[in-house]
């Protein structure tokens, strides 16, 4: 059976990674893999995190599992975080997922489900695991404009010009916040324009936010997100923990489904409780304990948010100084776009050969389409690497 299987692509990222280890060089820089790390370079255990923790290990008296949604409790904290108090709770269809790659898998098939005929769109650029899970998944899809490499912002028109197409029932995959690979924000107008768009063409939103507090703040992140959720009658959001509460290998995401009634509100939840069954079963619960924990206790909850802001702030500092570097190396505001753009990634507008260059020549290690990780940077590092972006010719 098995010489029967064919070998699989390998993924950009992971080979990036085997690369990097296998580099001998002392003074290389991983920009590549998508993990926040502090000026050590340690991606660290977050102080609340660790607290709860610690109080779970003292107080759980149990490894049975928990439900196929999950704890309610870590659904209802985790909605909250993300949806404030606009959205009704009988609205709200909510299971825990194996990370936020797992919340958006069992989105695809909840839509194939609903709508086997449905085509999700999705933003050029977008996250590579979107167009290869529905790939995998045989899903129709197409792509919408976002990006305009020369601006190096988003190509708003195009953007519009290309959803213009979308037919009723069809899904447009959004990214709630700190748009991965670019770093390139919808403003709130822009949202509200997207919103009138999907509502006129009856089509379904598919939000995915991944880094909420990581590009203006918790409740800014999150401003686009309730927009929709507000305004349209139906839509989906995948949510993941990995990066806001650092908790990336308890893999602890969460799928929302938005519905216009109570009685489909109970029909998706039942939908969603039966993938998981499929799928999984019972999803994993330490993460998701954790972050419950953190929410519904104020001290814990107020020194995570004062963490996160401090991730926040270092990762916006870093930004302003790479971006004045290459001001003055390049005597030029073109990267000034660099200090613009929220998350943790941009994408600088380097050629495949110019992003070699710099592997080869100065240790420095990014995605084959100029995707930098603004978190793999410190203080130190920040010069080098404008340097090197210099002598590139980017």
Not at 66 to 74: I, K, R
Request: aromatic fraction near 8%; include cysteine.
């Amino acid at each position: 059976m098995f010489d029967q299987l064919k070998q699989q692509p390998a993924d950009k990222i992971l080979a990036l990674m085997q690369s990097f280890r296998e580099d001998p060089r002392d003074d290389k820089i991983d920009l590549g893999v998508g993990v926040y790390r502090d000026a050590e370079g340690v991606t660290p255990v977050m102080r609340a995190v660790k607290a709860a923790e610690a109080r779970i290990l003292e107080q759980q008296t149990t490894k049975a599992y928990t439900g196929l949604a999950g704890e309610p409790g870590y659904a209802k904290a985790l909605t909250g975080l993300i949806l404030g108090a606009d959205v009704a709770p009988s609205r709200i269809a909510a299971v825990a997922t194996p990370g936020g790659t797992g919340a958006i898998r069992q989105g695809f098939e909840l839509i194939r489900m609903a709508s086997p005929d449905a085509r999700v769109w999705i933003s050029a650029p977008t996250w590579p695991n979107h167009p290869s899970i529905l790939k995998y998944l045989g899903m129709p899809f197409s792509e919408y404009r976002y990006f305009d490499d020369a601006a190096r912002d988003v190509d708003f028109a195009g953007m519009m010009e290309d959803l213009s197409q979308v037919a009723e029932g069809d899904v447009v995959l959004l990214h709630g916040c700190c748009h991965n690979p670019t770093g390139a924000n919808l403003t709130l107008g822009q949202w509200q324009s997207v919103a009138d768009l999907l509502l006129e063409k009856r089509a379904i939103p598919f939000i995915d936010i991944a880094y909420q507090g990581f590009g203006d703040g918790l409740e800014s992140d999150a401003a686009g997100t309730r927009l929709i959720a507000t305004q349209l009658p139906q839509a989906l959001i995948a949510a993941s923990c990995s990066k806001n509460f650092g908790i990336y290998r308890e893999r602890t995401g969460l799928l929302i489904a938005l519905s216009s009634d109570d009685a489909m509100q109970k029909l998706a939840q039942g939908n969603l409780a039966y993938l998981n069954r499929q799928n999984f079963s019972f999803p994993p619960d330490h993460g998701a304990r954790v972050v419950m924990t953190i929410l519904d206790d104020p001290e814990l909850r107020a020194d995570w948010k004062a963490e996160l802001e401090e991730m926040r702030a270092g990762m916006l500092a870093l930004r302003e100084q790479l971006a004045d570097e290459l001001r003055q190396r390049s005597n030029s505001d073109r990267f000034d776009f660099i200090a613009r753009h929220r998350g943790m990634f941009s994408r600088l507008g380097a050629t495949p050969e110019q992003v070699e260059a710099m592997r080869r020549d100065s240790g420095i290690y990014m995605v084959g389409d100029s995707r930098l990780n603004i978190a793999g940077l410190n203080a130190r590092t920040v010069p080098i690497l404008a340097q090197a972006i210099i002598d590139a010719g980017v």
